[in-house]
């Protein structure tokens, strides 16, 4: 594989085809959701977005190592009252072209967009699945560890006999705690719920997500020197992430107005190909709306 950063003008689907199997050590995107980005994308409609993706995520299960991880930033959307299925089938689908479904992990957007709904509250969160190849896979856990809190100050101060052996919950779960284990901590390993806001630097692109976002999951996934793929680069944030990082970042982009945007952003250093490949209609108009 290239060594250095990289990115490419095309369908991913096209591009894809010209890597390396078991090359790349972290995958992470956000592809266009179904119905949205229309005036850049075209979109998809949700029942034909299984369809739509499978084909992106066979080259992708492909390319990625054994001990690598993908992670697809994704949400369904409501359609005609109700939420639609499709991320659901999606992930049903996946693991039958092999992948395995690890993990789920959640993004509070906490300034979501207000709004009012008659049946429902404003969406202030989206997934982020990880998808694995094999069940051992790199995970650095120690990059991601976060202050234990101001609780323990007051909380492990006198500590009863129970809190310092197992005592197990009352309530017959099965689960059960040692208080004395977080004696001596600063640091302790994270939730699967990331608390990020939605401002990133780049408001040029219509669903452009905030630097701490890919940052977060470079850490826990890779470490410098490391390959790291978006296949629907968009404007470029987690390429320009991972390079920053030290990482080796890859991206693929088809509307030519972000992987320019991308270009920009990028280094000196970077490489670019520009196969003109396209997946349909791409109307390259300027968007304001942020997700």
Not at 15 to 29: A, G, P, Y
């Amino acid at each position: 594989m290239n060594r250095k950063t990289k990115i490419y003008l095309g369908d991913s689907k096209k591009v894809l085809k010209d890597f390396e199997s078991n090359s790349i050590d972290l995958i992470f995107t956000s592809p266009p959701y179904a119905d949205s980005r229309k005036n850049t994308y075209g979109g998809i409609h949700p029942d034909k977005y299984v369809e739509w993706f499978l084909p992106f995520s066979n080259e992708l299960l492909r390319v990625l190592k054994p001990t690598g991880t993908f992670v697809l930033n994704i949400k369904e959307k409501v359609v005609e009252g109700e939420r639609h299925t499709y991320v659901i089938d999606l992930i049903h689908e996946m693991k039958k072209q092999g992948w395995l479904w690890t993990e789920e992990f959640i993004w509070h957007k906490k300034n979501s967009y207000p709004g009012k709904w008659p049946n429902r509250f404003r969406d202030s969160w989206e997934r982020l699945l990880q998808f694995n190849k094999a069940k051992q896979f790199n995970m650095f856990q120690e990059e991601v560890m976060v202050p234990v809190g101001d609780w323990a100050k007051s909380r492990l101060k006198n500590l009863s006999k129970t809190d310092k052996k197992r005592d197990n919950a009352k309530n017959g779960s099965g689960f059960g705690k040692n208080v004395s284990n977080w004696l001596g901590r600063d640091l302790v390993y994270p939730t699967n719920v990331l608390h990020l806001a939605t401002e990133c630097n780049n408001k040029e692109h219509s669903a452009a997500f905030p630097d701490e976002l890919p940052e977060w999951f470079i850490k826990l996934f890779t470490k410098e020197g490391d390959f790291v793929l978006d296949p629907f680069m968009g404007s470029g944030t987690t390429v320009n992430v991972a390079n920053k990082m030290g990482r080796v970042g890859f991206g693929i982009e088809i509307v030519k107005e972000y992987y320019k945007l991308a270009e920009g952003q990028l280094s000196q250093n970077i490489f670019v190909d520009e196969p003109k490949v396209k997946y349909g209609k791409t109307k390259t108009g300027r968007r304001k709306k942020i997700r």
